[in-house]
């Protein structure tokens, strides 16, 4: 969603924000020194650049022609080769997005917290939610698969959603075969997570 927010330059940076409403200042919270326009802070700007440095295997944007939002897109789904970075392709635009999203993160917080940028501790978020994030990107064939059970038993999953007042709880049995048997779902109480998942389970 963010990705998508950025490449139809619907981000309310300062610049974009001042189409709209009258704002006395409009240069950028990092360095001061431009308007803070999508182009600027994701890869102009001075502190920016320091973070795609660090974070991407010694990657400068400023030496790639971004012109418009929808190129630093294009950059992201189609990442030029980094000569330092053994990961496949589909890794580097994992790391070129979380980079983007954690320069907006740390632009906000300066806005609406006013705490001032760690750019070491941005350069930690986003080496841990990469290893999150790159987990679900393993190659299928190293993927753990629901797998039918023994021959004359049956193997049961269960499920639960958890709102503010109810939890909707389901269950799914199937047989040695992966055929299905039964399906229960209802709506009860809600609780924690644990006694929600417990009662699905009796």
């Given at each position: 969603?963010?990705l998508?927010?950025l490449?139809?330059?619907?981000?309310p940076t300062?610049?974009?924000?001042?189409?709209?409403?009258q704002i006395?200042?409009?240069?950028?919270?990092?360095?001061r020194?431009?308007?803070?326009?999508?182009?600027?802070l994701?890869?102009?700007?001075?502190?920016?650049?320091?973070?795609?440095?660090?974070?991407?295997w010694?990657?400068?944007?400023?030496q790639?022609?971004?012109?418009n939002?929808?190129?630093?897109?294009k950059?992201?789904l189609?990442?030029?080769?980094?000569?330092?970075?053994?990961?496949?392709?589909?890794?580097?635009?994992?790391n070129?997005?979380?980079i983007?999203?954690?320069?907006?993160?740390?632009?906000n917080?300066?806005?609406?917290?006013?705490?001032?940028?760690?750019?070491?501790g941005?350069?930690?978020?986003?080496?841990?939610?990469f290893?999150?994030c790159?987990?679900?990107?393993?190659?299928?064939?190293?993927?753990?698969?629901?797998t039918?059970?023994?021959l004359g038993?049956?193997?049961?999953?269960v499920?639960?959603?958890?709102s503010?007042?109810?939890?909707?709880?389901a269950?799914?049995a199937?047989?040695?075969?992966?055929?299905?048997?039964?399906?229960?779902?209802?709506?009860?109480r809600?609780?924690?997570?644990?006694?929600?998942?417990?009662?699905a389970?009796?």
């Open positions: 969603m963010f998508w927010r490449a139809v330059n619907a981000l300062r610049d974009n924000l001042s189409r709209r409403f006395a200042d409009t240069s950028c919270l990092f360095c020194e431009c308007t803070e326009t999508p182009i600027h994701f890869t102009k700007c001075n502190a920016s650049r320091a973070l795609w440095f660090f974070a991407c010694g990657f400068k944007p400023d790639i022609t971004l012109p939002t929808e190129d630093i897109i950059l992201v189609q990442p030029p080769k980094l000569c330092n970075c053994a990961s496949d392709q589909e890794m580097v635009s994992l070129l997005a979380l983007l999203e954690e320069i907006w993160q740390s632009r917080r300066v806005l609406h917290h006013n705490i001032r940028w760690d750019i070491l941005s350069i930690r978020i986003i080496q841990t939610r290893q999150v790159s987990s679900s990107l393993i190659s299928p064939t190293n993927r753990q698969h629901w039918p059970p023994p038993w049956i193997k049961i999953n499920d639960a959603a958890i503010s007042n109810l939890a909707s709880i269950v799914f199937r047989n040695h075969l992966g055929a299905p048997i039964k399906t229960w779902a209802r709506t009860i809600n609780s924690t997570p644990l006694q929600v998942e417990t009662k389970l009796l």
